[in-house]
């Protein structure tokens, strides 16, 4: 009887009959989602590729050095996001906070990239979400993407001030692993974009 109250009493209500964390299956449930919902948008932007009776083209306005830099922004956060990982796990909080704080940085770099992108393709170009099909399908799938970006990063200084708080530790693993998840799934959703987009002709 003791044997059951003390493994009743360390039971953790976010682990379901399955042996699987609730919070854990309910982001893969979410990113499964948001996956339909980002190929929709690609899926948008291909149908309509090359259909515009109107410019600028892509060709016209991308600028591929800006964006290159950009992906390489986001992978690189993804390397700081496992190292914040690896560091709480190791309940080296401090450092953990410093590496969600440059994750967050970077990820902060990307999204003022994509701002001057956008400004620049409607005052340097006349490209607006009315001027054409290409207009519309760009911008709705970019800034979607954007917007995602931006969510994390609000979603990262959040637990930075949670540990300079002093109210985040090794307990709390799993609460960033899910921050985790959805970082990188945003990196990923833009390589894919990255590469449908710009680099493709």
């Known amino acids: ?110 999204v003022l990239n994509q701002v001057y992108e956008f400004w620049t393709f409607v005052h340097h170009h006349g490209l607006t979400l009315g001027t054409s099909l290409f207009g519309s399908s760009f911008f709705v799938l970019t800034g979607f993407h954007g917007a995602h970006v931006t969510g994390g990063v609000v979603w990262l200084l959040l637990l930075v001030s949670l540990a300079w708080r002093g109210l985040l530790d090794r307990r709390d693993y799993t609460k960033v692993e899910i921050a985790g998840l959805y970082w990188h799934f945003v990196d990923i959703v833009w390589i894919a974009i990255f590469t449908i987009i710009y680099l493709i002709p």
């Not at 083209?57 to 800006?66: A, C, G, Q, R, S």
């Not at 401090?94 to 967050?104: H, N, Q, S």
């Open 1 to 110: 009887m003791a044997d059951h109250a003390a493994t009743h009493a360390v039971h953790d209500p976010n682990i379901g009959n399955t042996g699987l964390d609730h919070r854990k299956m309910g982001m893969w449930a979410f990113l499964g989602s948001d996956c339909m919902f980002f190929g929709s948008l690609i899926g948008t932007y291909l149908a309509y590729k090359g259909k515009s009776i109107s410019g600028p083209t892509p060709h016209e306005v991308f600028d591929i050095p800006l964006t290159s830099y950009s992906a390489a922004l986001l992978l690189a956060s993804s390397l700081t996001m496992v190292l914040a990982l690896s560091a709480l796990q190791d309940n080296r909080v401090k450092v953990a906070a410093g590496w969600l704080l440059a994750t967050a940085a970077m990820g902060l770099h990307f």
